[in-house]
């Protein structure tokens, strides 16, 4: 099959100064402003739910199982619609909550319950002699947490916790569903216009590569910056 | 292991083979002679053009002439059966489908235009529109600069998202364009006040209307944007199925089958809430009943 590419739609206008490329552009910043911030939420919430599931209340950790359970048994274009369709029903203010911050509360609070799993398997890898260390020293339960656990619990998930950012910039497509101009919404209706679906859906394609890709390497940086010298993880 | 290995490579050849013998069915008629099977597209929310009647059947104006197409295919082939699969197709995904074998004929309101006209066949148009407005009956908007300040949304992958958006932003009209996943999600969201307007051709919203649950609480408003004309689509480069298909239009035309049909899907109570959607025949289709025109919107 012969096809012959070709890119110079992206100049064209689409009213006023705006072309296919400026349009482009501001679909890829919402598909990251939506990933930053659902992560960001997600990161929080996924935090202080995974660290409860690893206490010894049994409230805190009946809590977080319910509140993982729900977020992760329930497709996220579900969860999305439930947000925008069906709870504003019983709760009227949030048909007054802009569109955007239903997107990110919905990817937000669903990657929360694969990041409470990071976080609740991070910890309980550690060693038992690590809680008890701390408690003999005598930390309480926050300090235990805050100068013991967390910092080599955070260290064992980072590869899996950058999975999830990686994810969320991939899931982020699902915002279209709620009329979000992102980038999956620009590839849908610009290919429309412009019968060039290939050069779209690549240029897209690479972009959602790009974004992704970067996390990764953000969250190397990171790792090899928090990086314990000669630390390894082995259980005694 | 060896042989396992020679198993996976014939397994895939005979794969690729089906692909291919897909691809190489360039004729319509071809395939359906060959495969016994002709596929009809539909739409789920066209009405009434094509959809989904109230026992989830497809149906509509668009239906019924392509299940005459079929029929015709079937006594022109000189089929004894002709087994005739339904395939549901989004706004999105019509032309891809189309163009890889998935369904081979499509009856709904899509709009023949030039960029569309480079990927697939029109048969002669069937329907005219224009782009105008579904708002609350209690709303003051009745036309595109009412909409000033306010949030107006229209299905993505549409032509009718395009020219309003280039409208807005040439004349600088201030209005807050979203687009929706579908026509029925763009109806929802003025329905529950999210959008103040939903711009998409005329005759959808007439159809989307009838089929909300209070009709009277919504309205069809302003001056058509721009008239264009649907048609029925079908591969590219396929002149001997073109003919059928444009056969059967012009016989149905010329028997007064076609104006029969248009007064029962259009002026007459129809499925699944049984209201007219009063929309009388425009003067452009009237002008292509005898001119039997497939030109594509400007």
Known sequence: MHYTFNWSFFFKSIGGKETYLTWLVTAWEWTLTISFFGFLVAFILGAIVGIFRTTNNKYLVTFGNIWTEIFRNIPLLVQIFLWYHVIPHFIPIINKAPRIVLVVMAIGLFTSSRVSENFKSGIQSLSIAQKHAGLALGLNTLQLYWYALLPQAIRIIIPTLTSEAMNIIKNSSVAFAISIAELTMFAMQAQEETARGIEIYLVVSVLYFISAFAVNLISQFIEHKIKIPNQTFVKQ | ?298
């Open chain 2, 1 to 298: 292991m060896l042989k396992n290995l020679r198993l996976t490579f014939l397994y895939f050849a005979i794969v690729l083979g089906l692909f291919a013998g897909v691809a190489q069915a360039d004729s319509t008629l071809d395939k359906i002679k060959s495969s016994g099977t002709i596929t009809l597209a539909y739409r789920e929310s066209s009405v009434p053009f094509s959809y989904l009647d109230d026992k989830g059947k497809p149906t509509g104006f668009g239906w019924e002439i392509c299940n005459m197409i079929a029929n015709k295919a079937k006594t022109q082939l000189g089929l004894k059966s002709l087994d005739i699969k339904t395939q549901a197709v989004t706004s999105q995904n019509r032309i891809p489908l189309l163009q890889n074998g998935t369904v081979d004929i499509e009856c709904g309101s899509t709009t023949n235009n030039k960029t569309r006209g480079e990927q697939v066949q029109f048969a002669t148009n069937y329907f005219y529109t224009g782009t105008r407005f579904l708002v609350k009956s209690s709303s003051p908007v009745k036309s595109l600069p009412d909409l000033k300040g306010k949030t107006l949304v229209i299905t993505t992958g549409t032509t009718n998202y395009e020219i309003v958006r280039n409208l807005i932003a040439e004349k600088n009209l201030g209005i807050n364009l979203i687009g929706a996943k579908d026509h029925n999600d763009a109806f929802l969201m003025v329905a529950e006040g999210k959008a103040d307007a939903f711009g998409m051709d005329d005759i959808l919203l007439y159809g989307l209307k009838a089929a909300a649950k209070n009709p009277q609480d919504f309205k069809v408003v302003g001056e058509a944007i721009q008239v264009e004309p649907y048609g029925i689509m079908i591969r590219k480069n396929d002149p001997e199925f073109q003919k059928l298909v444009n056969g059967v239009l012009a016989d149905i035309i010329k028997s007064g089958t076609f104006t029969k049909l248009y007064t029962k899907w259009f002026m007459s109570p129809i499925p699944p809430n049984g209201i007219a959607l009063k929309a009388p025949m425009s003067k452009d289709l009237k002008a292509n009943l005898t001119a039997l025109s497939d030109k594509p919107a400007n």
